[in-house]
């Protein structure tokens, strides 16, 4: 019989789980904010579009979220901090887009 053990995955250690929860702290607040929005949106009446394009507003912090923890898990702690950031200001962006789309058009409304 081989005695064959599967290497366990050291734990992420005190300072990356600081730096992962307060990130996600401000990821939780971009996802908040996106499902509210939907919500005072949503009773206008949207097209497909709309609702396509908010309900991804909803989803994407989640996703950078996930990307950027599995881009910085096995890196330093200011390193991981810094994906971190970078991932927010995408998530920024992307609002941002979302926010003048919604205020500057009515492309996604049902009209």
């Given amino acids: 019989m081989s005695d064959t053990t599967v290497p366990q995955t050291p734990a992420l250690g005190l300072r990356k789980s600081i730096v992962v929860g307060l990130a996600g702290l401000f990821y939780a607040y971009a996802v908040w904010n996106a499902v509210a929005y939907l919500m005072t949106v949503a009773p206008a009446g949207i097209n497909a579009y709309g609702w396509f394009v908010l309900i991804f507003s909803v989803l994407f912090p989640i996703l950078v979220f996930v990307v950027s923890y599995v881009i910085g898990k096995r890196r330093s702690v200011g390193e991981l901090a810094m994906v971190m950031v970078a991932g927010l200001a995408l998530v920024a962006v992307f609002w941002m887009n979302v926010a003048a ?8 409304l049902a009209v």
Avoid: G, K, W
Avoid at 101 to 108: A, Q
């Fill in 101 to 108: 789309l919604s205020l500057l058009t009515t492309s996604f």
